[in-house]
Each structure stands twice: as structure tokens, then as C-alpha cells.
């Protein structure tokens, strides 16, 4: 099982130990691995959003109660279109960056298949502007379709009745 943990966790504090190493010290009994989190927070945000948006990513408010309250008190950050505002000593603020480190970082580093709009991006990342933009409109109507007949993921006990429950309002 993979954990991932922000890039603070990693730094050496002067004592030669990181918060990470620590830890792994402690949970590897428990065969738990220890990963750096992704810190690309508009990349990150972007595909939370799509995922929401889209009904692939259902968050239970039995299963993740302090998540489903942070997430509405988010606002979008001017400065940075894609990203949200970053409150400090706000604790939501913590809540959802877990969110995105764990979703993130488990598409971007593992064999699970990536969002679209993600590998499209990843494709054409060596391209100039004008052909990039070429290459994703010629590309994304095939992702999609792709992407419609993939089964949502699920991430709680309960989320498959909440998918259920809402498929059956939309009829």
C-alpha cells in the first residue's frame, strides 16, 4: 500500500532525519510504502475538479465528513487560474491538499490509466503552443470516448450505493 506525504515531510530538519524517514521507520512492518506527493497544485486541482464534475470521484460524507465540508469553502485563487487560494493556518486547507496529493500523485505515479486531458498535456509537452493546441483538439474527442466507457472509480464502502442512488434520479 502506497502513502504519500507532502514535500515538508522529506526535508532534513538538521538532525540528518526527515519526517518521512520516521515514519517509514515505523509503518514498514505494515508494508507500507512512502511516496512523495505530486506538488503540482493546478495540475492537481484540475483533475479533482474533472473528476468530481464528471461523477468519477464520489466523496461520502459518511466515510469523509471533515472533506465534504472543507471542499465548498475553497475559492479559486486569482493570482493562479487552475488553483485554489491557499489559507494559511486554515485547517480545511489541510483537508483538501490531502485529497489531491493522494489522488494526484496515485494517477501521475502509478499504472492506473491517467484523465484525458492529462495525457494529452504529457503528449504534447515538447510541442509549441500552436501545434499543441492542434494536437489536442485532433486528440481529445477519441479520449473521451474512451474515458465514457470506463466505470468510475470508487473510494468508500458506499460510494457504489451514492452512484446508484444518483444514476436513478437522472432517469
Keep these: ?12 530538519w538538521g538532525d540528518g532525519h526527515t519526517i518521512a524517514g520516521q515514519f517509514q521507520e515505523r509503518v514498514e512492518e505494515y508494508d507500507i510504502t512512502l511516496t512523495r506527493a505530486s506538488t503540482d497544485r493546478e495540475g492537481g486541482w484540475q483533475l479533482i475538479y474533472g473528476m468530481l464534475k464528471s461523477g468519477e470521484l464520489v466523496i461520502c460524507g459518511d466515510t469523509c465528513p471533515e472533506l465534504v465540508q472543507a471542499i465548498p ?17 486554515d485547517y480545511a486547507d489541510d483537508v483538501v491538499d490531502a485529497l489531491r496529493y493522494a489522488i494526484y500523485s496515485f494517477i501521475t505515479a502509478s499504472d492506473v490509466r491517467k484523465p484525458a486531458q492529462i495525457r494529452i498535456a504529457e503528449a504534447n509537452r515538447d510541442l509549441d503552443p ?21 466505470e468510475p ?12 442512488r444518483r444514476n436513478r434520479r437522472r432517469r
Design 153 to 164: 472509480w470508487t473510494y468508500s464502502r458506499n460510494a457504489s450505493r451514492h452512484l446508484r
Design 73 to 89: 469553502t475553497r475559492l479559486h485563487d486569482p493570482k493562479k487560474p487552475g488553483d485554489i487560494r491557499k489559507t494559511p493556518g
Design 130 to 150: 500552436t501545434s499543441a493546441y492542434l494536437q489536442y483538439w485532433k486528440r481529445i474527442p477519441e479520449a473521451i470516448r474512451e474515458e465514457e466507457e470506463e
Design 1 to 12: 500500500m502506497a502513502s504519500y506525504l507532502g514535500p515538508d515531510s522529506w526535508n532534513n
